[in-house]
């Protein structure tokens, strides 16, 4: 009994020392992990914060020497606008952002505000809205294309009226003419691609 004793009295003696090891350990890690864990996120916040302000170099629009401005007797530059079955035919010179359609203010022609921005996204891209007076006329198609066909339009005789703005235009898709119509109906389908509903009986 006595020799048992002895040898229980050994095995916490020898496992003592393993114990306060591992513990000392753990903790040492966990710190380790914590304060990773810390100098992580805000390396994070930092590159984001980097990232949000705008630390790249603005590039000059250079205007190029070859092409000069359309431009007419009464200081007008015109182009011509489509999208869809719409046509519209565009003036404009410097003024103060009136926007003219068919005779009717275009908040009046364009009742839906979506429209309107549609029609201001040129000006907004160049940075020239409130300095050009548009008037322009427009046939074919419904509201959506003659607004398309009118954007279109602004797009080609800003390009016209001052040559430097071609880039910035040409890169936001505003002089890319869309081709995209209608598909037409065919014979046997109740629609351009809709079958008939089929009956068995």
């Not at 005779?103 to 505000?113: E, I, K, L, N, T």
């Not at 907004?124 to 419904?142: E, I, K, N």
């Not at 890169?171 to 037409?184: C, K, N």
Request: one cysteine or more.
């Amino acid at each position: 009994m006595a020799e048992n004793d002895e040898t229980e009295d050994q095995k916490p003696e020898e496992q003592t020392p393993e114990q306060p090891a591992s513990e000392t350990a753990r903790p040492a890690r966990g710190s380790q992990t914590f304060q990773g864990l810390g100098s992580l996120r805000q390396a994070i916040g930092a590159a984001q914060r980097q990232a949000t302000t705008p630390t790249a170099p603005v590039v000059p629009i250079t205007v190029p020497t070859d092409v000069q401005p359309k431009i007419d007797e009464q200081g007008r530059s015109y182009a011509t606008g489509k999208r869809k079955n719409a046509v519209a035919r565009v003036w404009i010179r410097p003024g103060n952002g009136k926007i003219e359609v068919n005779g009717r203010d275009s908040p009046v022609y364009f009742a839906r505000p979506v429209l309107r921005m549609l029609i201001n996204q040129p000006f907004l891209t160049c940075d020239r809205l409130g300095q050009f007076d548009v008037w322009c006329t427009v046939s074919g198609g419904g509201l959506s294309g003659q607004a398309g066909a009118v954007r279109h339009g602004i797009s080609r005789a800003l390009t016209f009226y001052e040559p430097g703005l071609r880039p910035a235009l040409k890169q936001g898709g505003f002089l890319t003419r869309d081709s995209r119509v209608v598909e037409r109906k065919k014979y046997g389908k109740a629609k351009a691609r809709r079958s008939f509903q089929f009956s068995k009986r």
